[in-house]
């Protein structure tokens, strides 16, 4: 999570506003690089660290056997259960 | 038809989709009311965030803005969608499984009773500026498109809000803004679309617009401005840095966009559903950079060296003219309009940088339809924000408020009916605002994220990532980032101060955000750490498994499921 920190800082802050002028020096396509990423390339960038996250996380949760469906369907299962006595 | 009748056939259409919605989903209880009963598939819940966020500034006014002040645009594109990346890494996921309401009952709940009420009045003080610029746009589209005066606009753009949020509240504004979101995105693209197709003959304006760009940046170098696409010719550098930092950290501090990540099902959900909501949101925000490249070349193009008497026989210049937001005037009475960067001989006295997007595709001279559509996606962008605000304002009343502090004994069908009862007094707020609006909307909305960032994020970052953060540090925290921040704007604004170092008014909030952490920790740190009931509670928030009050997850991944 600290990396995809680093990177979000890296291109919204570092390489948009910091180095804006520097990158405009290369092209993509006949837009100047820097520009570009200011008005596309740190959005798409954004999308993809989320992305990123997302699909680490759940590779995580399933490592350590979490299904929060199945708790919830659990949850229900026993408040159906303590209906009455002590829930 | 003309661009009259497709446009009312456009907003009736539309309306009359959000009504039915609202018929379909009325909340029947309170947690319906606020959270949509907490079960919004991720989908639909990233594209009622996107439309939730989406507002009359980023659909009408957005590219306005990118094309008038070129680069320096950037600041608003990287910092209304790269906040989303703080959202969803470091608030999202924890704030679901912490799973309450609102904002303010994080806040409570993990500081004090004392924070509760600073964050309330945070939260309402936010969202109502931002409400009073929902209804302006919804204002403007219609005195211009419905031949209505701004008044009426506005209480029938009411009248369609009070409906469905009083009657459905969080459920009902959920499922209408997942259509809202349908139609703004689809108005906005079509006509970047043809108009990509028109100028370049390559219809994905996102790879077509850097042929035009070259050319713009051509023109306005020849006219005597700088190059469109030069870096600083709007900010300067540190106001570039200081202004994306704000809005992002501002973005993620928002609190009707944070509280959408409690209408989702579980913490896994609401991780996806900030996923689908960037997702949304960028395709709109990838299309708006393209769309204000080429509108301010169509301007250019069809106003610079045109003939006065030419010019006044376009319809779009005769009745953009009419509601006072465009105006030409043939200085040297030269019989042609000359745009010049010098006030003294341009001749484009005004074209207001909210028109670019509705006039654009009148401008490229699109078929009426889709200027009748544009329309109704800029009151679909207008309204899904609206009350998405106005639900943050009735729950911070009614239940932060009213509930948790004042009448702890409310009954569950009392507590609904305070909910709407709340929700109307706040329609009817946010109405009068858009009828007689303070003259400084503009103003005020860089302030509310100033103000959001000075205040929200860092109490609520540290209220999961440090357990020793506690009350005294986080109240301290709050008033000294609101302070700093307000004083500073108020002076710039009203005080006739001159900036410190040159910093900006809206880059202002960032500086007082990082005083708001420092404050918080240094008194944090001077008093005696909070209760093992909380640090426990942060714990529990943090690590993964069970949602809260569930049951531990090794007790749950034994039970077949």
Redesign the interface.
């Known amino acids: 999570m600290a990396t995809l920190l680093a990177i979000w800082a890296l291109v919204s802050l570092g390489a948009s506003t910091l180095a804006v002028d520097w990158l405009n020096n290369a092209n993509i396509g006949n837009v100047p690089l820097g520009f570009w990423m200011g008005q596309q390339g740190s959005i798409i960038t954004f999308v993809t660290l989320i992305a990123i996250y997302v699909w680490r996380m759940e590779k995580l949760d399933e490592s350590y056997g979490i299904d929060e469906e199945a708790q919830l369907a659990a949850s229900a299962r026993s408040a159906a259960r303590n209906a009455g006595d002590d829930a | 038809m003309s661009t009259f009748g497709w446009t009312v056939f456009w907003v009736v259409l539309t309306f009359g989709l959000y009504i039915f919605i609202a018929i379909r989903s009325r909340a029947r209880t309170t947690g319906e009311f606020y959270v949509a009963g907490g079960g919004v598939p991720a989908v639909a819940n990233g594209a009622a965030v996107a439309a939730d966020w989406m507002s009359a500034a980023s659909f009408i006014s957005m590219a306005g803005l990118?094309a008038f002040q070129g680069?320096g645009?950037?600041v608003f594109?990287?910092g209304w969608?790269?906040g989303?990346?703080?959202l969803?890494?470091l608030l999202a996921?924890y704030l679901r499984k912490f799973g309450k309401y609102t904002v303010p009952d994080f806040v409570g709940d993990r500081y004090s009773d004392g924070a509760r009420v600073v964050a309330v009045v945070a939260a309402i003080f936010v969202s109502l500026t931002y409400v009073a610029g929902q209804m302006r746009g919804v204002g403007v589209v219609f005195s211009r498109f419905l031949e209505v005066g701004v008044t009426t606009g506005v209480l029938i753009g009411m009248a369609v809000v009070l409906f469905y949020a009083v009657l459905g509240g969080m459920k009902g504004i959920t499922w209408t803004q997942v259509a809202q979101f349908s139609v703004l995105i689809v108005a906005y693209l079509i006509p970047a679309v043809a108009i990509a197709a028109n100028l370049t003959g390559n219809p994905i304006p996102?790879?077509s617009?850097?042929?035009i760009?070259?050319r713009l940046d051509g023109i306005q170098t020849d006219l005597g401005f700088d190059a469109y696409?030069d870096?600083?010719s709007f900010y300067e550098?540190r106001n570039?840095?200081l202004i994306?930092?704000t809005l992002?950290v501002g973005t993620a501090g928002l609190p009707h966009v944070i509280v959408r990540f409690y209408t989702t099902?579980?913490?896994?959900a609401a991780?996806?559903s900030?996923?689908f909501a960037?997702?949304f949101i960028?395709i709109l925000?990838?299309t708006a950079?393209a769309i204000g490249v080429f509108a301010k070349f169509n301007v250019i193009d069809t106003v610079h060296n045109a003939s006065v008497s030419e010019l006044n026989e376009i319809e779009w210049v005769q009745s953009w003219s009419d509601t006072g937001l465009l105006a030409i005037e043939d200085k040297n009475g030269d019989g042609v309009i000359s745009y010049t960067p010098d006030e003294e001989t341009n001749e484009l006295v005004k074209f207001d940088r909210d028109i670019l997007v509705l006039a654009n595709p009148e401008v490229a001279g699109l078929p009426k339809a889709i200027v009748g559509l544009v329309a109704a996606g800029g009151l679909a962008a207008a309204l899904s924000t609206a009350s998405g605000l106005l639900l943050v304002i009735s729950s911070s009343i009614a239940h932060d408020l009213i509930y948790k502090m004042l009448w702890k004994d409310a009954t569950e069908p009392q507590r609904l009916l305070m909910g709407r009862v709340a929700m109307f007094g706040a329609v009817c707020v946010a109405g009068y605002f858009g009828v007689n609006p303070p003259g400084f909307v503009g103003e005020v909305v860089a302030l509310a994220f100033g103000l959001a960032a000075a205040s929200f994020f860092p109490v609520l970052v540290f209220g999961i990532f440090w357990k020793r953060a506690n009350a005294p540090g986080a109240i301290a925290g709050m008033l000294v980032g609101l302070t700093t921040a307000s004083v500073y704007m108020y002076m710039l604004i009203w005080g006739g101060m001159e900036p410190w170092f040159g910093v900006n008014k809206a880059g202002v909030g960032i500086i007082s955000a990082v005083l708001n952490a420092i404050t918080l920790v240094v008194v944090s740190l001077m008093t005696p750490p909070p209760s093992q009931e909380l640090q426990d509670l942060v714990e529990d928030v943090r690590y993964?498994?069970?949602?809260t009050g569930?049951?531990t997850?090794s007790q749950?991944?034994t039970?077949p499921?």
């Open positions: 990118v680069y645009g950037a594109l990287m969608t790269g989303y990346v703080l969803a890494l996921p996102q790879l617009f850097g042929e760009l070259t696409s870096p600083f550098r570039l840095f994306t930092a992002m099902r579980t913490v896994k991780r996806r900030a996923l960037l997702f960028s925000y990838l950079p993964p498994g069970a949602l569930v049951g997850s749950v991944s039970e499921a």
